[in-house]
């Protein structure tokens, strides 16, 4: 078995925000972002109270590393952009605010590259805010831990990522909430499982004492390693153990504009951009793909933006399918037990919903309410 449950986003329990802020950890928060910006410039070009349209014109986000400024950087160009089919705005309206709580953006690049970054930034519109937090939010506001409030409808979250919640519930070792695994990426005393991705603390046997970032090149090829590790135990084959250096981080600014560092050395600007599409390319899985991407990146070159908004998404993902038996996780990490129960069953036909309501959302409570599920085939309330 492989353990590569990932990880979540972490709102370090603060009260309303899994409720209230919108996560960029999937293309589905993309689109949920999108639809948002679309839907608060539709409301702004309506209203006509001059302080309910700013906090409608008005975007945070939270976490300065190389999600938030991606995040911050596209819904900037992208309001900007669509401002032009709303005749009732203008730019000077808009408001978009970064809020990072070191002293410098993007510190994994180093201090030349975030200063480079936040310049950018800010002759593009952006407001930058250092060495601050997002303490607490409303519906029409969000309060920074230097006693600012800023009225604003919304808030992207990218200040942090959890391992998966199921991870804390597994009897294993772990160090910082994620599964220790060995240098062959095999969990200690749990014979043939496995831990790979943002979930597994991988041990650098390079660095005696530190472990591997949870990034996705080295997910990518924990991955490999691991294939050719069950295939070795297996075959009776002598195991590989897992090593390596990150070969460079890279950041699109938007407009054609990036940051890189590779292999030591730093590159911005038009060239950082190119490789930074250049590299994601490359990791698509068929060539068919690539093409597709490579055309319509070409479209995007070439013509405005599409302003059209997808919110018809259903804002769910199954967690668990068995037989008749869904789990399904929502977009604030409470889980729903769905089971459909036969015709000839004597609690009736149709289906039956469990809800952890009362459950509080970081216990594992619930997850006893899916087991039972599973292991009677049945409903059962708690």
Not at 129 to 136: C, F, M, Y
Not at 292 to 316: E, G, N, S, Y
Request: aromatic share 8%.
């Amino acid at each position: 078995m492989v353990i590569a449950l990932g990880s979540v986003t972490n709102f370090y329990n603060l009260p309303g925000f899994p409720e209230l802020a919108l996560a960029m950890k999937s293309l589905r928060d993309a689109i949920q972002l999108r639809a948002r910006i679309l839907r608060r410039l539709e409301e702004a070009n309506s209203e006509c109270h001059p302080t309910d349209r700013q906090s409608l014109l008005t975007f945070v986000v939270a976490g300065g590393g190389f999600a938030g400024v991606e995040t911050v950087a596209a819904l900037n160009d992208f309001a900007r952009q669509a401002l032009r089919f709303y005749p009732n705005l203008c730019e000077e309206m808009l408001r978009v605010i970064l809020v990072h709580s070191g002293p410098i953006i993007l510190p994994e690049l180093g201090e030349s590259l975030g200063r480079y970054t936040q310049k950018v930034l800010v002759r593009r519109g952006v407001e930058v805010r250092l060495n601050t937090r997002v303490k607490s939010m409303t519906e029409n506001s969000v309060f920074l831990g230097d006693s600012v409030s800023i009225p604003t409808r919304t808030l992207v979250w990218t200040a942090g990522t959890v391992p998966s919640p199921l991870i804390f519930s597994l009897p294993c070792a772990k160090e910082r909430g994620r599964v220790v695994v060995n240098q062959f990426l095999a969990v200690p005393d749990w014979p043939n499982v496995w831990a790979v991705g943002d979930c597994a603390f991988v041990p650098d046997i390079q660095n005696p004492g530190k472990s591997h970032p949870p990034t996705a090149q080295h997910a990518i090829r924990e991955g490999k390693v691991v294939a050719q590790n069950i295939a070795a135990v297996l075959l009776g084959r002598r195991l590989k153990s897992f090593s390596f250096k990150t070969i460079g981080l890279l950041a699109s600014l938007g407009r054609r504009m990036g940051v890189a560092r590779i292999f030591g050395f730093n590159f911005s600007g038009f060239f950082a951009w190119w490789m930074w599409r250049t590299v994601y390319l490359s990791k698509l899985p068929s060539l068919d793909k690539k093409v597709r991407v490579a055309f319509d990146w070409t479209l995007d070159l070439l013509f405005p933006k599409d302003v059209c908004a997808l919110d018809d998404l259903d804002h769910r993902r199954d967690f668990h399918r068995q037989d008749d038996t869904r789990i399904t996780m929502e977009n604030n990490g409470d889980y729903q037990v769905t089971v459909r129960q036969p015709a000839h069953s004597s609690m009736g036909t149709g289906l039956t919903r469990i809800e952890p309501a009362g459950i509080e959302r970081d216990g594992w409570a619930h997850l006893k309410i899916a087991e039972r599920v599973i292991a009677c085939g049945q409903a059962e309330r708690v």
